[in-house]
């Protein structure tokens, strides 16, 4: 299982017992029936990158072989010195790469072992903006529809995601559905994705003409009285203050960079039951909460809420929803409201610890927290994740977690590792027991098919044994999967995220349970319904038809109603000028994830598009090309931003926007150029635009 959508594998362990010789999608998984991809299979079953099987410590140096005990010990002196300070000054970085038992365990262990602040997680580097919209438009994080609704919708809109590769499953089911009679596949994307191959309609906003578009979608359904104002009165808040800000669509289509043509069939999807899928395209931007916000908006002003219809953030990272619901990270474990002093006085409660250990905020997120070393922070613990190629502008990243003393947790090689202080190798999926969450809230079990590597331990294991030596007493001793999650599913009990129905025996007997699921009866479905969505509600209609009666509909939110958001456009970070006039952009690979330690191409490619090419490079000196011949392969160009430049390969591809460099996440080169600016409210990065330059290369 490598990304979110949570398909389940059936594993078997070779005779050696010291690794997988097969990997395969579960046919009796009620969730995907068999389904599985061959990125998830290979990256499983046979991951590239450099497998950590010792533990290491820097000496005089460079790494060098130890001891478990002996890493310990190193790894806990420099924590509890770095504590003598200050609880703030130990950052711990967690991931979406976890177990749900590890992630709570490393949480536990940061805000009630250490009481920091300083801890945040990668999925904030991919989610958090959809995470924020959905807090304040639902007053919960997490989808309103399942993998249940998209055979129901007729229109599917896919926003800033190619989930063609990002999700292969998923868009499996996508592209069945919208390929039926009547149903139709609308992508907005300034490039044209492998996802836009399938597409009915393509449209393309400028890079950061995302929430101007979205604006406009709205402002012209309201211009063409196709709002619904019967849902809009029985269930939301805040319309009429949007109403008045609203920008005349004419001007917005044009500040997106798009025909008023291709927004009035933007709208037109909103006549039909439509799912809206969403991704990093819009999450990755200082407007990605108020970009997410405007699609959301979208849908509670035409009711579009309800079976085969409403807002789908798609979520990455495998686990990216356990760490949100269970890490401590935004909120407490089961989306506890972080300020709240009786949810606080709870958690330390089942913790054992004082609530005023509990940090009072959450934190900067990952970009502030590496910021913070050389101030507030001395020491860094990362697990499963790689800060010194994942963060924008890795080199000044790379410089201040030289300056750290640095505990990296992980199974196989990174940037990361290459500057820590202690190097703890960790088991990963199929060597670990425990459960995830995938993006549409079901829990599975994931399991070790596997001994876990000599010389390695779980995350969990190392968690609790870093605890025990630092924070004696908060674990059991050794905490065990099973142990850890009734103690998750315990703390979720009455909250948005109750998870408080599911155990290991009933996910033995269901193999995935979605919640809520407040009792072992209890799954999950559409969400913020009451009753049976199907039926007829108080007001003499179908539920989700816009007639709604109040009782149909109920969010945790104070009113009890949906919220609308307010904000509009606003200016990029960074826009071209005459020194930097190309816009960089960045997105996935087929074949890759994340930073790609399991499944990296060391060549970085570069996407121009031939006429950009044209312009901004035949007219330089080609020095760099004398002598060159055809087999040598594509020439090297240089990218420049303002923060450093890298050498690529040119690929002259015309599906990428004139004006636009387009690079891969993935590539550790590609974040030496990223602006480190990020959305002041979800506290993500702006990956998706900077300015750039073009040169010919060395
Ligand atoms: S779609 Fe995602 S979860 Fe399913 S096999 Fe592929 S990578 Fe794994």
Request: proline letters at 8%.
């Given at each position: 299982?490598?990304?979110?959508?949570?398909?389940?594998?059936?594993?078997r362990?070779?005779?050696s017992?010291?690794?997988?010789?097969?990997?395969?999608?579960?046919?009796?998984?009620?969730?995907?029936?068999?389904?599985?991809?061959k990125?998830?299979?290979?990256?499983?079953?046979?991951?590239?990158?450099?497998?950590?099987?010792?533990?290491?410590?820097?000496?005089?140096?460079?790494?060098?072989?130890?001891t478990?005990?002996?890493?310990?010990?190193?790894?806990?002196a420099?924590?509890?010195?770095?504590?003598?300070?200050?609880?703030?000054?130990?950052?711990?970085?967690?991931?979406?790469?976890?177990?749900?038992?590890?992630?709570?365990?490393?949480?536990?262990?940061?805000?009630?072992?250490?009481?920091?602040?300083?801890?945040?997680?990668?999925?904030?580097?991919?989610?958090?903006?959809?995470?924020?919209?959905?807090?304040?438009?639902?007053?919960?994080?997490?989808?309103?529809?399942?993998?249940?609704?998209?055979?129901?919708?007729?229109?599917?809109?896919?926003?800033?995601?190619?989930?063609?590769?990002?999700?292969?499953?998923?868009?499996?089911?996508?592209?069945?559905?919208?390929?039926?009679?009547?149903?139709?596949?609308?992508?907005?994307?300034?490039?044209?994705?492998?996802?836009?191959?399938?597409?009915?309609?393509?449209?393309?906003?400028?890079?950061?003409?995302?929430?101007?578009?979205?604006?406009?979608?709205?402002?012209?359904?309201?211009?063409?009285?196709?709002?619904?104002?019967?849902?809009?009165?029985?269930?939301?808040?805040?319309?009429?203050?949007?109403?008045?800000?609203?920008?005349?669509?004419?001007?917005?289509?044009?500040?997106?960079?798009?025909?008023h043509?291709?927004?009035?069939?933007?709208?037109?999807g909103?006549?039909?039951?439509?799912?809206?899928?969403?991704?990093?395209?819009?999450?990755?931007?200082?407007?990605?909460?108020?970009?997410?916000?405007?699609?959301?908006?979208?849908?509670?002003?035409?009711?579009?809420?309800?079976?085969?219809?409403?807002?789908?953030?798609?979520?990455?990272q495998?686990?990216?929803?356990?760490a949100?619901?269970?890490?401590?990270?935004?909120?407490?474990?089961?989306?506890?409201?972080?300020?709240?002093?009786?949810h606080?006085?709870?958690?330390?409660?089942?913790?054992?610890?004082?609530?005023?250990?509990?940090?009072?905020?959450?934190?900067?997120?990952?970009?502030?927290?590496?910021?913070?070393?050389?101030?507030?922070?001395?020491?860094?613990?990362?697990?499963?994740?790689?800060?010194?190629?994942?963060?924008?502008?890795?080199?000044?990243?790379?410089?201040?977690l030289?300056?750290?003393?640095?505990?990296?947790?992980?199974?196989?090689?990174?940037?990361?590792?290459?500057?820590?202080?202690?190097?703890?190798?960790?088991?990963?999926?199929?060597?670990?027991e425990?459960?995830?969450?995938?993006?549409?809230?079901?829990?599975?079990?994931?399991?070790?098919?596997?001994?876990?590597?000599?010389?390695?331990?779980?995350?969990?294991?190392?968690?609790?044994?870093?605890?025990?030596?630092?924070?004696?007493?908060?674990?059991?001793?050794?905490?065990?999967?099973?142990?850890?999650?009734?103690?998750?599913?315990?703390?979720?009990?009455?909250?948005?995220?109750?998870?408080?129905?599911?155990?290991?025996?009933?996910?033995?007997?269901?193999?995935?349970?979605?919640?809520?699921?407040?009792?072992?009866?209890d799954?999950?479905?559409?969400?913020?319904?009451?009753?049976?969505?199907?039926?007829?509600?108080?007001?003499?209609?179908?539920?989700?038809?816009?007639?709604?009666?109040?009782?149909?509909w109920?969010?945790?939110?104070?009113?009890?109603?949906?919220?609308?958001?307010?904000?509009?456009?606003?200016?990029?970070?960074?826009?071209?000028?005459?020194?930097?006039?190309?816009?960089?952009?960045?997105?996935?690979?087929?074949?890759?994830?994340?930073?790609?330690?399991?499944?990296?191409?060391?060549?970085?490619?570069?996407?121009?598009?031939?006429?950009?090419?044209?312009?901004?490079?035949?007219?330089?000196?080609?020095?760099?090309?004398?002598?060159?011949?055809?087999?040598?392969?594509?020439?090297?160009?240089?990218?420049?931003?303002?923060?450093?430049?890298?050498?690529?390969?040119?690929?002259?591809?015309?599906?990428?926007?004139?004006?636009?460099?387009?690079?891969?996440?993935?590539?550790?080169?590609?974040?030496?150029?990223?602006?480190?600016?990020?959305?002041?409210?979800?506290?993500?990065?702006?990956?998706?635009?900077?300015?750039?330059?073009?040169?010919?290369?060395?």
């Amino acid at each position: 299982m490598r990304c979110a959508v949570g398909c389940g594998f059936l594993q078997r362990g070779d005779e050696s017992g010291r690794g997988l010789d097969d990997v395969r999608g579960d046919p009796s998984h009620p969730t995907t029936r068999g389904a599985a991809c061959k990125r998830g299979i290979r990256e499983t079953a046979d991951p590239d990158g450099t497998r950590l099987k010792r533990p290491l410590v820097r000496r005089k140096g460079d790494l060098v072989a130890t001891t478990w005990p002996n890493a310990l010990e190193r790894a806990t002196a420099g924590i509890e010195a770095a504590l003598e300070r200050s609880p703030d000054a130990v950052a711990v970085l967690g991931s979406g790469q976890q177990t749900n038992e590890a992630t709570y365990a490393l949480g536990k262990l940061a805000r009630g072992g250490f009481g920091t602040r300083h801890y945040d997680a990668n999925t904030t580097l991919c989610m958090a903006s959809a995470v924020t919209a959905q807090y304040d438009a639902f007053g919960s994080d997490g989808p309103p529809p399942t993998y249940d609704d998209i055979p129901n919708a007729d229109t599917h809109l896919v926003w800033g995601a190619n989930p063609a590769v990002s999700h292969p499953v998923l868009f499996r089911w996508i592209t069945a559905s919208a390929t039926a009679d009547g149903s139709q596949l609308l992508v907005v994307d300034p490039v044209e994705s492998e996802t836009v191959d399938h597409a009915d309609v393509h449209v393309a906003p400028d890079p950061g003409g995302d929430l101007a578009l979205a604006r406009a979608i709205l402002a012209r359904i309201v211009e063409r009285d196709e709002h619904d104002e019967a849902f809009i009165a029985s269930h939301t808040t805040g319309f009429d203050a949007l109403l008045e800000e609203l920008p005349d669509p004419a001007a917005a289509a044009a500040r997106a960079g798009v025909s008023h043509a291709a927004v009035d069939r933007l709208a037109d999807g909103f006549r039909d039951r439509a799912l809206v899928y969403w991704g990093m395209g819009v999450n990755q931007s200082v407007a990605g909460t108020a970009t997410a916000g405007a699609l959301i908006d979208c849908c509670l002003a035409t009711g579009t809420l309800g079976p085969g219809s409403g807002p789908f953030s798609l979520t990455g990272q495998a686990n990216s929803m356990g760490a949100r619901v269970c890490s401590a990270k935004g909120t407490w474990p089961g989306q506890r409201p972080f300020a709240d002093p009786s949810h606080r006085k709870a958690v330390a409660e089942v913790w054992g610890v004082p609530p005023s250990r509990l940090p009072a905020v959450t934190g900067p997120g990952p970009v502030g927290i590496v910021e913070a070393i050389d101030d507030a922070v001395e020491a860094v613990y990362a697990v499963a994740t790689n800060p010194a190629a994942g963060l924008p502008d890795a080199t000044r990243v790379r410089d201040r977690l030289e300056d750290a003393f640095l505990v990296v947790q992980d199974a196989f090689h990174s940037e990361t590792v290459e500057r820590a202080d202690v190097v703890l190798p960790a088991a990963t999926w199929g060597e670990s027991e425990g459960t995830a969450m995938n993006m549409e809230r079901t829990i599975s079990r994931v399991r070790a098919a596997t001994d876990t590597p000599h010389g390695v331990k779980t995350d969990l294991e190392i968690i609790g044994e870093l605890a025990t030596r630092v924070v004696p007493g908060l674990f059991e001793e050794p905490p065990t999967p099973e142990a850890v999650f009734e103690e998750i599913a315990a703390l979720t009990a009455g909250t948005s995220a109750d998870c408080s129905g599911v155990s290991y025996d009933r996910l033995e007997a269901e193999l995935a349970v979605r919640w809520p699921a407040p009792t072992p009866d209890d799954a999950g479905g559409y969400r913020y319904h009451e009753g049976d969505p199907d039926g007829e509600n108080d007001a003499g209609g179908p539920a989700g038809d816009g007639t709604g009666g109040a009782s149909s509909w109920s969010f945790p939110t104070p009113s009890g109603r949906a919220r609308f958001s307010d904000a509009m456009p606003r200016a990029l970070p960074e826009p071209t000028d005459d020194r930097f006039p190309l816009t960089l952009t960045t997105a996935r690979l087929a074949e890759s994830y994340n930073t790609g330690v399991r499944a990296r191409n060391d060549d970085l490619v570069a996407r121009v598009h031939p006429r950009t090419a044209t312009r901004t490079l035949d007219s330089t000196p080609p020095s760099a090309l004398e002598g060159r011949s055809e087999s040598m392969g594509p020439p090297s160009v240089r990218i420049r931003s303002r923060r450093g430049a890298v050498t690529a390969m040119l690929d002259r591809d015309s599906r990428v926007p004139e004006g636009v460099v387009w690079l891969p996440v993935h590539h550790p080169a590609t974040n030496e150029l990223t602006v480190p600016a990020v959305d002041p409210r979800s506290r993500e990065p702006h990956y998706k635009q900077c300015a750039v330059t073009l040169e010919w290369g060395p």
